[in-house]
Each structure stands twice: as C-alpha cells, then as structure tokens.
C-alpha cells in the first residue's frame, strides 16, 4: 500500500461529518460555507439546498451529521420549517440560522429539540465549533439514552423486584415487579417514603422489620435482608420474600440513595414446610414418624429431667392386622390403619404424640403423666377404643392390639432404649396371649434378645436342612398295640443342640416361617410313612400338627393334595391335628376347609382338646374324628378319685360327639388303668414311648409295643 492509498484509507475512516445547508439565501449560503471551508481543509462536507422540500427529501435519504437550517424558506416559514425538520430526523442535531427571524423564534426552536441556534457576524469564529459540539453532544446522548433504554428494558424484564430510594429514604424508582408485589404504582410511589411502599415484617414475631436501605446506608454495602421477611402489598397480601439492599454512590462516592432487590420466596418456603413436614410424617396416617417421634421423646425427657415427672412410652402392634392386609388387600388395610390412628388421637391428650413406626406398629409418648399407672390407664383406654369393630368397605373387621410400656427414667434415659424396651414388653403382651399390656422388666431383655437370634437363625433353617421329625407311638390301652404314630419336629441348631418346637413354633408363626416349616413337615412324615409301609411294616396312620397360621394360609388344602400325591401316601393314613383354637377363630370357612380335607379321605383330630374354649355345640358341625385330650387333665389322674373327675368328664364329651378318644402324655400304670377303666381306648405317653428317631420307631414297630405291662 503506497502513501496515497494510505491516506485514502485514512480519511475513509474519518469521513469528514455531512452537513445539510437550508438556506434560501446565496449570501448567507456562501458566507456559511466560507466559514466552514476556513475553519479546516476537510472538517466537513457541506451539502446544500434551497428549499424545505429538497432539504426532507435530502434527509430522508440519511446519512447526514448535523442539519443547519433558516427558518424562513421560500416553501416553509417560522417555527414550522423547525417541526416539520425535526419531525423527518429527530435523531439528526439541528442548528438554526438567526440571521433574519427575530431571535426569540430561534430560542423557541430550541425549546422544542434544536441543539443551538446561532446570531449572524460570529459565523466565522462560532460555526465550526457549534457543529462539533452538536454533534458530539448528540453522540454522547444517544449513548446514555441507549444505556437508559438497556437498563429501564432490563430491569422490567428480570424477575426479581428492584427499588430505589433517594438518600432522605423516598422511593424514586420501581420496576414493574416491584409495582405488582408492593401494589403501588411507579407515579404514585414516587416521592413516597420507604416505609410506605415496602412494608415488611419478620414472619414468626410479625413485627416490623429493618429498614433495609437504612442498613446498607448505614453500613455503606450490599446488604441481605432479615430471614422470615414477609411483605406485605399494598392490599395487604403477604408474600414471604428474600431480598439485598445495596447504596447507590455518586460521582464523588458519596451515598445518595439504595437500590433494593427482592423477590417472592413464597413457593419456595411452602415447599420447603412441605418437605419437613413429609420427612417427619407417615404417608398413610399423616401421624408423626420415627425421625419426629425421637424428637419429641428427647424433648420431653429433658423436660421431665428438670421437673423430676416420668413420663411413658407405649409400643401398640396391631395383632391380626397382615392377615387383614393380606386377605382384604392394602387399601383396606390402610384405611384400618387410618381408623386406628383416629382412635389413638382420640384416647391420649393433645400434648401426648401419636406415631406409626411402620406396618402395623404405633408407639404413643405420655408426657404429662404423674404416675407410671397412668400409661396403663390410657393403655386400657386404648385397647377398648380398639376393640370396636371398624366397618370399612363393607367389612366389619374387628382388631385387636399388644401393648408394651416403658417408663422414664426407669427404663430408659433416651429415645431409642424407651422404644426399644417398650417393643420389647409389647413382645411379652403378645406371648401372654395378645389384646393385654405389660409393663417392661428388666428381664425381659435377654429373652427379646435371645428370641430375635432364634428368629435369624431360624430363617437359615429350611435351606440348610436342620429339621427332623421324632414319631411317637399312639396305642391301644387293652392290647398294647401300636395304632398310630405322631411326628413331632426338631430343630437341630448347630449351636443350641435340639431345639423343642415349643421353643420355635410359635416365632415360626410370628413371622410366617411356619407355612414352609409345616409343608416341609407334612412332607417328610408322609414319605417316611409311604417308606415303612414299603418296607413292609404294618401300614400306620402317621398324625402331623397343623397351627393356625398354616390352617389359614390360602395354598393349605392344595398343599395336602400335592404332597399326598407327590409322595404316595393314600390319604386315609394321614391324620391332621390342630388346636382348638384354629377350630374357634372363623367358623364359616373353618368349616369348608376341613369338608374339604375330610373328601379327600384325610382324617382330623382335636389336639389338647379341654384346654380351648370349644363348647360342644361349636364342636359339633365340624367333621372332626379324633379328640386328643390334653396331657394336663391326664397329669390330673392321681390315686385321689376326686381330682380325676374331670377327666372322666372329657371323656364322656368326646364319647357323645361320637369321636375317638385319645389320651395324651400318659406316664403312669395309674394313668393307664384310670382311662382304660372310663372306655378311654388310645393314648400316648412317655409310659409307652418317648418320640424316637426313625430308624428306632422302625424297630419299636417290628419289634412291637415291648414296653407294655399289660
Ligand atoms: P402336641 O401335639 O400336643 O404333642 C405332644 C407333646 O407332648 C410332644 O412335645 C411330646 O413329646 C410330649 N409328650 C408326649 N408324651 C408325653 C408324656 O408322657 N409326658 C410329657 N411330659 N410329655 C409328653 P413336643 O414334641 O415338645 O411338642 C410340643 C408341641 O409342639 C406339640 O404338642 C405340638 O403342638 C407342637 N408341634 C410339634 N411338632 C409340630 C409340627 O410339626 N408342627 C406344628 N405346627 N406344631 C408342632
Ligand atoms: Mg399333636
Ligand atoms: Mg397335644
């Protein structure tokens, strides 16, 4: 690029500003332009026109800098050639030549948007410098109008609210989200003070809050707002919100006014109430949960602790309550447990806490009682509430619960050791025969620890095959003969030894384990039987113990016929024992059950007949062929006649319901000769047989009932 180029390119950069002349007058014209082409070579480029109507065509084409204009034209005279110029480029600086219209028409002009005007005969030295002074000035106010016009559009478009105040406190400005959450208008706010726009309060205390703009003034920095500050709009509307107030400075640094800067947190603070709420409460019952419950247990004990007060803990688990969910389905079980939870409300105080721990367990903190007999006053209150039958969905569905207490400071100096030993008594209240309340002992706890290890191992039992069964002979009390075996199981425990069903069966049953411990039973005893009568050994009916958890379990009668089938055993020599009370619990499908058993040819007998509550009448529309009379009514029979009256009287029942009689636990000559003597022709006992391992029955049944003394 050679030096002209350059300079080419150089003054393509700096084009020399375009000024549009208006002027009728030749004289004047040249004068002008004389005075411009003086003032420097190339400072401008002078375009000019006679006439209003060349100069608006001229501008509308653009690109011109600055316009100067006469007022009085041959086509336009006066303040309107200024208008209608203005109106056609307002964006354009407009200079008016004073020359022949009287100067108070030029400072009218001026009034209305001209930058300047100028006075004939200080052209020369005037003009050059009033045209670069107006079209700077026009540069620097486009400038600032465009920051303006970014910070009005801005701040109205963002969604925060932003207000501002002067340094006495009055408002001077609101965008248009501060106007809706304050309800005032940016006309009528203005001027206001602070205090009456933005009203806030501290939400808890509802007292007014801190001036905000007097902080960040006071403080001279950005400040946050009180936590909690709620705004009240000018409707009184409130609105939880979250805001800053900073100071606005001016040139020289001094504060002049702030700016606040807030927003509407409402939601966000419902929301976060909401989740609290969730993660303390239960979903079903809406009652305080686990987390909340401990809570208010450690806030009570401390109480307690200052004012020397016990106060009490009550575990309620719903007994029957996963028979009713299984059976009916989990929307009905959860309306009962919704039911449950209103009774509880309503047999303790206010201040006491309901709360569900999960499934069918509540645990309820007494705060204010005085005595440890008042926890078992509103645990009465609380079992009879519960006794009423719930109707819901058509059912009548009738439930019952256990209750355990425990005691500050007795038992427990926390939250978790009261719950823990309160459950553990609730345990004891089911063992002792449910729907009651126990107060926790001390020694209680080894046993719930000792059961729940059980109840661990227990669930390893059936894989690694630690049952077996023991038989023990049924005989005939004239002859001596063997006439029926009875397979009792075993668990052999690898660090207990033999483990007696009493001990198992009922935690079996507790937590359901029982159904597959019992099918594993019914299985092995009628394989075992299938297997003798193959070895050639007498053909016996082989008895098996059915309790009420497995009665009820629906697969139960399918289970016999499968098993039956699947081993050989005809079902003539099976026999079922169950208790009274699987007999009591639910007459109707009780009933169709055992129709159902009995079709099949499958015997049934009563076991521990007279310890139940069975009147004969209920007996009798059961298809029931053997009572098993209960081994303590046995032990009853001494030398004394006196104390075996009863017995005789079991007897004689079971012989006018038509059914065989079999007694049970028979250890002595005594014993024997007593029932024989009442027509009792069947028992068991240790006089005849302790139950053996099978390979022993198998010997005791070839050999014969050698034991006998007849
Ligand atoms: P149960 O069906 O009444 O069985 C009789 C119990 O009395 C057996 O106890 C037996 O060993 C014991 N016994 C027999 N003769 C005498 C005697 O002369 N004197 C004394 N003191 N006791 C005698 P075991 O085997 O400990 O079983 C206890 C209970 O456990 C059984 O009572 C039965 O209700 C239950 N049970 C046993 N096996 C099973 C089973 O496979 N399933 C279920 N669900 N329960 C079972
Ligand atoms: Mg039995
Ligand atoms: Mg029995």
Not at 316 to 340: C, E, M, P, W
Request: net charge negative; aromatic share 6%.
């Amino acid at each position: 690029m050679d030096d002209e180029e350059l300079a080419e390119e150089k003054g393509a950069m700096t084009a020399p500003p375009k000024i549009l002349l208006i002027e009728n007058d030749p004289d004047a014209a040249n004068e002008i332009r004389a005075a411009l082409a003086g003032a420097s070579s190339s400072s401008f480029d002078v375009e000019w026109v006679r006439q209003l109507s060349d100069g608006l065509v001229r501008l509308s084409k653009r690109g011109i800098d600055a316009v100067l204009l006469a007022l009085s034209l041959p086509d336009s005279q006066g303040i309107e050639t200024f208008d209608k110029v203005f109106t056609a480029a307002p964006d354009v600086p407009i200079l008016i030549l004073g020359g022949n219209v009287p100067e108070a028409l030029a400072k009218e002009a001026v009034q209305r948007g001209a930058q300047d005007y100028l006075l004939p005969g200080h052209l020369d030295y005037s003009l050059p410098r009033a045209l670069h002074n107006a079209i700077e000035r026009k540069v620097v106010e486009d400038a600032l109008y465009v920051e303006k016009e970014r910070a009005v559009v801005t701040l109205n478009s963002i969604g925060d609210a932003v207000l501002c105040t002067d340094i006495s406190g009055k408002v001077t400005y609101l965008n248009l989200v501060a106007e809706a959450m304050t309800g005032w208008h940016r006309e009528e706010a203005t001027g206001k003070p602070l205090a009456e726009v933005f009203r806030i309060i501290d939400g808890p205390t509802r007292k007014t809050a801190r001036d905000p703009m007097e902080m960040a003034v006071e403080q001279n920095k950005t400040v946050g707002l009180t936590v909690n500050c709620v705004l009240i709009r000018r409707d009184g509307f409130e609105s939880a919100i979250e805001d800053s107030a900073a100071p606005i400075h001016d040139r020289a640094g001094h504060v002049i006014g702030a700016v606040i800067v807030f927003h509407d947190v409402s939601a966000a603070r419902a929301m976060s109430v909401q989740m609290t709420h969730s993660a303390q409460h239960d979903v079903v019952t809406n009652l305080p949960n686990r987390v909340l419950l401990n809570d208010r247990i450690t806030q009570a004990i401390s109480l307690a602790r200052r004012q020397h007060r016990p106060i009490a803990v009550i575990f309620l688990d719903l007994d029957r309550f996963k028979y009713i969910n299984d059976s009916l389905g989990h929307a009905t079980g959860d309306k009962l447990l919704q039911s449950v939870s209103t009774r509880l409300l309503a047999s303790v105080r206010a201040s006491d806490t309901v709360s569900r721990q999960g499934g069918d367990e509540f645990v309820i903190l007494l705060s204010e009682i005085t005595h440890p007999e008042d926890a078992a006053t509103s645990a009465r209150k609380i079992l009879l509430l519960l006794s009423a039958p719930c109707c819901i969905e058509g059912h009548d569905l009738h439930i019952n619960g256990s209750i355990g207490i425990s005691v500050y400071p007795e038992d427990g100096a926390d939250a978790e050791t009261l719950i823990k030993n309160a459950d553990t008594a609730m345990y004891h209240a089911k063992e002792s025969g449910r729907n009651n309340f126990q107060f926790f002992k001390a020694d209680m706890n080894r046993k719930a620890v000792e059961r729940q290890s059980l109840e661990g191992s227990l669930h390893r039992a059936l894989e690694r095959e630690e049952f077996l069964l023991h038989y023990q002979p049924k005989v005939n009390l004239n002859t001596g003969e063997i006439t029926g075996v009875e397979a009792l199981v075993r668990w052999q425990q690898p660090e207990r030894g033999l483990v007696p069903p009493a001990q198992f069966v009922p935690i079996a049953e507790d937590c359901g384990l029982i159904v597959q411990i019992g099918r594993w039973v019914l299985r092995e005893a009628c394989r075992q039987a299938r297997a003798w009568q193959d070895a050639g050994l007498t053909p016996l009916p082989i008895a098996v113990n059915v309790s009420a958890v497995e009665f009820r379990d629906k697969g139960f009668v399918e289970g016999v016929r499968t098993i039956l089938d699947e081993t050989g055993l005809e079902a003539r020599f099976l026999e079922l024992e169950l208790t009274e009370g699987v007999l009591m619990d639910d007459a109707e499908s009780t009933a169709s059950v055992l129709q159902e058993l009995k079709m099949m040819g499958v015997h049934l007998a009563v076991d521990d007949f007279g310890t139940g509550y069975s009147s004969l009448s209920y007996l009798r529309q059961f298809p029931i062929d053997v009572l098993k009379i209960d081994r303590s009514f046995v032990n009853q029979i001494t030398a004394d006649p006196d104390d075996s009256t009863i017995v005789s009287a079991i007897i004689n029942m079971g012989k006018s319901l038509k059914h065989h009689v079999v007694a049970e636990g028979i250890e002595t000559q005594l014993q024997r000769a007593y029932l024989q003597t009442h027509r009792c022709a069947e028992g068991q006992g240790y006089l005849f047989s302790r139950p053996l391992a099978a390979a022993q029955f198998a010997q005791l049944l070839q050999s014969g009932m050698t034991t006998v003394v007849h």
